[in-house]
Every structure is written in structure tokens, then in C-alpha cells.
């Protein structure tokens, strides 16, 4: 195994000669770019979020040794001079990646045979697969299968294929050029006046301790605002008074009345205490804990528990019994009892007040 060689502070991994034949056949290429495409009655829209998906797949198919390959043509001669995909593979992707809104694929063609004809033929298209899924059953979800050259692409405005090759003179080169902009660009920012590893490392540290401190205060301001929003939410949720459907409020409303009106014909009730039952029962501020149970947590609902408290109540005596003394002493029961029943309905209706403020 050849060993790294150093040179100008970059490593190489062949020594002067073999360095320029490495990689003269991998070549970068625009395949696609955000937009959408029309291919017969097929619209097929492209954007940032969908190329990264399909890097992605490339990626992790590449990791479990699935090619995409690139194929000379799409096939679409005549059956008897239709060559099949192994003939048509010219080389295959190893790389991808995306620069703002286009696609970027590098290709290892085969050999120079194959990147004459993609000088010649510079234009590409991708087929995409919805669903794909290798031999041992591992999904990648949509993903690129293969890139096709062609001399009439979907996606227009394509630029050429790219080389990926530097001689070490050249990358040298372009590396200088690039750290001279690179320390420009530093001292700039930074506004140093002299730009080296001393003061480099000091104005770094200072960026650094500022940054903190604002993430800092950042840090302190999301728990204060964190805290204020969760009382108010749960404020909120305090002063929330419980609703239910109309429907359901129907419903249980007219069994509850119904209720109310055996008690009236089993003498436990008078017309009258029904109606402010009802009235108390039908109040808009309670009346979801009055009449559902898994709104106000009882195994019944409240107002199912007070009709049956009632069912227990002594008789209304309306009837004359031996004289004028029976027929006055029925009236005193009825109306007691009747003082009794509106005392207990404003005790109720205070109760329910306290348990839903």
C-alpha cells in the first residue's frame, strides 16, 4: 500500500505521474432541477426537499452495494437492434449531491471510449421509481435507478459533463488561491489588522464567549416565556367551562325530563319544582355537569342522582282527609314541602357554581 505523500500541506496518495491519471474518468453532471416537468400526460414537480430524498436513497443504496448505472441510451431502437442493459452500461454513478436548486451526480465511466460519447451526447435523464426495493427486501422509498444519456432530455438547459481531475500543479494552484481569499476573508470579518494564528485564536475565543453569552440570555428568555405561557394556558384551562355537542345536550335532556315527569305523576314533585329542575338543570354554565357523567366524574350524572333522591320523597297529600283540620294540615305539608324543594334546588345550584367556577 502506497503511503500518503505530503506536499504543500495536502496529502496525496500517488507520487507525481500516476496523480494525473487518477479519476480522468469521473465526471460531474447537472441531471436535474427544481421545477416541473411534463412528459406526455405524466407532471412530475421537482423541488429541494425531493432531491435531498433522493441523495438519501442513493446514498444508503450505495451503502448496501446497489449501483445506479449509466446506460448509453434509453433503449427505444427497433426490437431487432434493442441492446439489453449490460450492453447499454457505460458507467455508473458514485456520487451525489445537491447545489442549491440542482442535482448533481458524478459518474466513473467505463473508460474513454464512453466519456467520448458522453462528450459527444451531453445531455442526461433520470428515471425515478416510486417504491424501490433491493433483492434482500431493503426499501428505499422513491429513488433514482438510473441515469440515461440522451440527446433529447426533459429537463432543458443542462450543462456539460465536468471533469473531476486536477494535475497536483494545478490543484496547488487553486488551493493558494483559495487560502489567500480564505485569510482575506478572515481579517475582514474579524476586522483584524494582522491576521495570524495569535490574534486569529484570540478574536475566535472572543466570538465564541459572545455567542455564548447571547445563547445564554436566549436560554433564560424561552424559560421565562415557556413559564408565562404555560400559566396562562393553564388559566385558561381553569376558567374553561366543559361543553358538549347539541345533540348530546338534547339527548340527555329529555331523559332527565322524562324522569322529572315520573316524579310528577308519583306525586314526589310538583309541576312547579320540575319546572326550576329543569331550568337548573338546562343552565348553560352547568349544564355539562349536570347531565353528562364523565363530565363532572360521577358513576351517574348529577342530574340522574337528584331525580333519584326525589323518588324517595314523602307524597304530596292533595287529597281532603276528616274536615276542615286534615284538608289544613295537607296544605301546610304540601307547602312546606314545596319551601323544602326550592331550599334544596339553591343549594344544588350553589354547589354546582362552586364545583364549576
Known amino acids: 500500500m502506497t503511503k500518503p505523500i505530503k506536499t504543500n500541506g495536502m496529502l496525496f496518495s500517488a507520487p507525481v505521474g500516476e496523480m494525473e491519471r487518477v479519476g480522468t474518468t469521473k465526471y460531474i453532471k447537472d441531471v436535474i432541477k427544481n421545477g416541473t416537468y411534463v412528459q406526455g400526460d405524466v407532471r412530475v414537480p421537482v423541488d429541494s426537499e425531493r432531491q435531498d430524498k433522493w441523495i438519501d436513497a442513493f446514498f444508503s443504496m450505495t451503502a448496501n452495494g446497489v449501483k445506479v448505472p449509466l446506460f448509453s441510451?434509453?433503449?427505444?431502437?427497433?426490437?431487432?437492434?434493442?441492446?439489453?442493459?449490460?450492453?447499454?452500461?457505460?458507467?455508473?454513478?458514485?456520487?451525489?449531491?445537491?447545489?442549491?436548486?440542482?442535482?448533481?451526480?458524478?459518474?466513473?465511466?467505463?473508460?474513454?471510449?464512453?466519456?467520448?460519447?458522453?462528450?459527444?451526447?451531453?445531455?442526461?435523464?433520470?428515471?425515478?421509481?416510486?417504491?424501490?426495493?433491493?433483492?434482500?427486501?431493503?426499501?428505499?422509498?422513491?429513488?433514482?435507478?438510473?441515469?440515461?444519456?440522451?440527446?433529447?432530455?426533459?429537463?432543458?438547459?443542462?450543462?456539460?459533463?465536468?471533469?473531476?481531475?486536477?494535475?497536483?500543479?494545478?490543484?496547488?494552484?487553486?488551493?493558494?488561491?483559495?487560502?489567500?481569499?480564505?485569510?482575506?476573508?478572515?481579517?475582514?470579518?474579524?476586522?483584524?489588522?494582522?491576521?495570524?494564528?495569535?490574534?486569529?485564536?484570540?478574536?475566535?475565543?472572543?466570538?465564541?464567549?459572545?455567542?455564548a453569552a447571547r445563547v445564554k440570555e436566549m436560554e433564560k428568555a424561552r424559560t421565562t416565556l415557556q413559564a408565562s405561557l404555560d400559566s396562562a394556558n393553564a388559566e385558561a384551562d381553569k376558567n374553561k367551562r366543559p361543553t358538549l355537542q347539541p345533540e348530546l345536550i338534547d339527548a340527555l335532556s329529555e331523559g332527565v325530563e322524562a324522569k322529572l315527569d315520573t316524579l310528577v305523576e308519583?306525586?314526589?314533585?310538583?309541576?312547579?319544582?320540575?319546572?326550576?329542575?329543569?331550568?337548573?338543570?338546562?343552565?348553560?354554565?352547568?349544564?355539562?355537569?349536570?347531565?353528562?357523567?364523565?363530565?363532572?366524574?360521577?358513576?351517574?350524572?348529577?342530574?340522574?342522582?337528584?331525580?333519584?333522591?326525589l323518588k324517595d320523597n314523602d307524597v304530596v297529600k292533595t287529597g281532603s282527609k276528616t274536615g276542615s283540620q286534615a284538608v289544613e294540615l295537607s296544605r301546610e305539608d304540601a307547602e312546606q314541602k314545596a319551601t323544602d324543594q326550592a331550599e334544596m334546588i339553591k343549594q344544588m345550584a350553589a354547589m354546582v357554581d362552586g364545583v364549576t367556577a
Not at 156 to 170: A, K
Not at 275 to 291: H, R, S, Y
Request: proline residues 3%; glycine residues 6%; charged residues 30%.
Open 73 to 211: 441510451d434509453h433503449g427505444e431502437d427497433s426490437q431487432s437492434e434493442r441492446k439489453n442493459p449490460s450492453q447499454r452500461t457505460i458507467g455508473y454513478a458514485t456520487d451525489a449531491f445537491r447545489k442549491g436548486d440542482t442535482l448533481y451526480v458524478v459518474h466513473d465511466f467505463a473508460d474513454q471510449d464512453c466519456v467520448t460519447m458522453a462528450k459527444r451526447v451531453d445531455q442526461v435523464s433520470v428515471k425515478i421509481e416510486k417504491d424501490v426495493t433491493d433483492g434482500e427486501g431493503r426499501n428505499y422509498g422513491e429513488a433514482i435507478t438510473h441515469i440515461t444519456l440522451t440527446p433529447k432530455p426533459v429537463v432543458p438547459n443542462q450543462e456539460s459533463f465536468i471533469p473531476l481531475t486536477f494535475s497536483r500543479e494545478e490543484q496547488t494552484q487553486e488551493t493558494e488561491k483559495m487560502d489567500e481569499k480564505t485569510l482575506k476573508a478572515l481579517q475582514d470579518g474579524f476586522g483584524l489588522t494582522e491576521l495570524t494564528e495569535e490574534t486569529f485564536v484570540d478574536a475566535l475565543v472572543g466570538e465564541f464567549s459572545k455567542t
Open 266 to 309: 308519583l306525586s314526589r314533585i310538583t309541576p312547579a319544582t320540575k319546572g326550576k329542575l329543569l331550568e337548573l338543570f338546562g343552565a348553560e354554565n352547568v349544564q355539562a355537569v349536570m347531565l353528562s357523567r364523565s363530565v363532572s366524574k360521577t358513576d351517574k350524572s348529577i342530574a340522574v342522582q337528584v331525580c333519584e333522591i
